[in-house]
């Protein structure tokens, strides 16, 4: 994965650099960009994941999520309201175009006071060891460099008791499946992404980063041996997309 950009291999420490430029292209619609990538699931699946985290509706609760690569806000914000306004978000992202999206987004639905922007990344969190109740990532990780980093930094930043929940696109399990939707990604979703943005390349490269991410069980694997316990995964839709969680003990 570290010299990996889809199908191509480049040098060491190149990568972050050709991620930045494609979602700099893609932010303004990034939602899109989604709705081509897995015919509009992405919003089922991103409602299951903030329903199994649950975070609490209390007045009284001091419950801090840290959503990393998050950049439009959109999973902080459907935790926010899950949590009828109480809890409290911190969006980490290294892209700027991103995070702008994202704090238009927040002041126009009146959540800027419950929702921080910040620019970083996920291998150096800027965040203090032990500081929040739960980390999310979604559609994200597969696009780090450095997976394994990450998630020690994930790790390094929840509370003892903390969760961490990560949905990415995975290994389709359904025999049949694979084939037709194989056949959709590198046929019609960059031929969509061009018709719908004039440039395809960066739907290019996000459907050949789908087929280099670990499998399941790989990737949980990887879970575990960044620190993380009672470790598991449930699949959406065929293991189109796949729920990831661990938890800091």
Known sequence: MPTSFG?????????????????????????????????????????????????????????????????????ATRVIEKSNRTARAIVCDINESMLSVGRDRAEKAGLSDAITFSLGNAEELPFPDKHFDAYTIAFGIRNVPDIPKALREARRVLKRGGRFLCLEFSEVDVPGLDRIYDGFSFNAIPAMGKWVTGDGDPYQYLVESIRKFPSQERFAEMIREAGFERVSYRNYSGGIAAMHTGWKF
């Open 7 to 75: 199908f191509t291999t480049v040098a060491e420490g190149q990568k972050q650099a050709l991620v930045d430029d494609v979602f700099h292209k893609v932010a303004s619609r990034y939602d899109l960009m989604n709705d081509l990538m897995s015919g509009g699931l992405h919003r089922v699946w991103k409602d299951a994941m903030v329903s199994f985290l649950a975070p609490p509706k209390s007045p009284a609760s001091s419950w801090q999520l840290l959503d990393v690569a998050g950049g439009t806000g959109d999973i």
